[in-house]
């Protein structure tokens, strides 16, 4: 059968373009990748082998083999692992099905234009940032390579496929004769990347980017005859990274071990490492990113922590391990409790599940605790980019509430910086016994709103609110400390009981305008009925402005404003 040529899907060709054209520095990072890739592919046989022993009878040692070609001009990064038949190869090597993709897609699109006017310069960069932030994996390998030629055969399967691109637009694919089991990728290598042949510089590169993973890396010396007992070199440690004691392990290898199994490419933001031993034995290695994940509000995302029974990879898809508002976790759970054989359905309600979920969960919040107070502007950031997460637990699990309280912080009316609620409890005035939010859709208007003039005048702190998942959990959790949160949108705010003065602004009040009393505002709020009709339910006077004329307010029994206009653009209501 000859060979088919296929189009990349437009995302993958598009990234290709980018990849292969942008000015990204660290290229030697294609080797991180391969191996990455190779490392998953192992641990799937293995899981694969746990029902299906068969799988694994020959070929038992599975390793991933980097064996540059100097004559030939080429690298190849061999695994014996669970392989792919065409359809995978297709599925796999030509389209992107991660979720997030849509979203990075689109902003890659920007980047590449501003670069494309640009020829290369800042904006280059800025795609190249973008595509460390989501990582191109496979692709990669066309940083360094003009052609990559991917064999595969996979485990009970007898057919091979080889699967062959310059990264431009399309592919082949086609039968090979290979027997292998496993991936071979071979890179032709661009004029420019040859340092890659060279095994000291291999070596040097597998052993920052790649010495955590828990396979054998083994180099192959070119220099050397093919029966030599030391050509082949184990070059990477091996073994699990989270079995080793907490003194044994780096910052660096934490940060690595991070980048692969989180498939990310910050830094994390915080290293939870603990090996729990009691009822239940297990060890968790978890990280908070830095940055936000593409996919975190994607519908379709998973949370990124994989589950492992006694060092074998069994799923990263356990559902019902990490609680859906802590899904930015990245990281692995290793349990010895479970048994090997477990497979993924046995771990749907699994209570064994449920109690590590529990321990997990404390210890991170606890974790996030212990930094909210010891390096309150480092929480900040962590704040900004995972509070509205975090925000959907205040509603979706009553037992996490009252610690998730303790962590939240809010952009207020009279400060600058994030407050927590113990802050704003601490600063109520006298008189004052509810919490004060508003809602909206940004903090710049929200400061505008006339709504606040009133506690601006008291100096009463207004907490503002702008994430979506602020509107629900306001009608689940109703105190904290005993005060009850009020949004100033809804009924009488009773101002009036407040005692209290605004900061001196040092502005004088000559420009507002006159008050109406008495008679005259018995006469302009009848007028004002009259005129409004139907349109409102009341026109009442207030104490809640100071320079503005009116202001629209909902019933006490009413819905808050912004969420019943929430929830007439999604045509709920
Ligand atoms: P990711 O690893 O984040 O899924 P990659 O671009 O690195 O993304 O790889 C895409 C997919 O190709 C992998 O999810 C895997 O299914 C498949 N793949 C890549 N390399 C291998 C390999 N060596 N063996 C088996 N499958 C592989
Ligand atoms: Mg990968």
Redesign the pocket.
Known sequence: MTDQTMQFQAEVAKLLHIVTHSLYSDKEIFLR??I???S??CDKLRYAALTAPELLTEDTELKVRIAPDPKAGTLTIA?N????NRD?LVE??GTIA?SGTEAFSRQLEEAAKEAGKEEGGKKGAEAGRLIGQF?????SAFMVADKVTVT?RKAGEAQAWRWESDGTGSYTIGEADEGQR??T?TLHLAKAQKEFLEPARLRTVIKTYSDHISLPVMLIDPEKAADAEDREEQVNAAGALWARPKSEVSEEQYREFYHHVG?AFDDPWLTLHAHVEGKLDYTLLLFVPSRRPFDLFDPDRRHGVKLFVRRVFITDDCEGLVPPWLRFLRGVVDSSDLPLNVSREMLQNNPLVAKIRATLQKRVLRELERKAEKAPEDYATFWEAFGPVLKEGLYEDREAQESLLKLARFHSSERDGLVSLADYVAAMKEGQSAIYTISGESLEALRRSPQLEGFRAKGVEVLLLTDAVDDFWQNTVTEFDGKPFQSVTRGAADLGEIKGKAKDDGESDEAKPEKVEGAALGTLIAALKQNLGEAVKDVRETDRLTDSAVCLVAGDADLDMHLARMLKQHQRL
């Open positions: 990748e391969l990455s890739n190779a998953d592919a695994d692992g669970i392989g792919m995978e796999n090597l991660r990582g191109v994996g496979f692709y595969s496993g991936t990728i498939r």
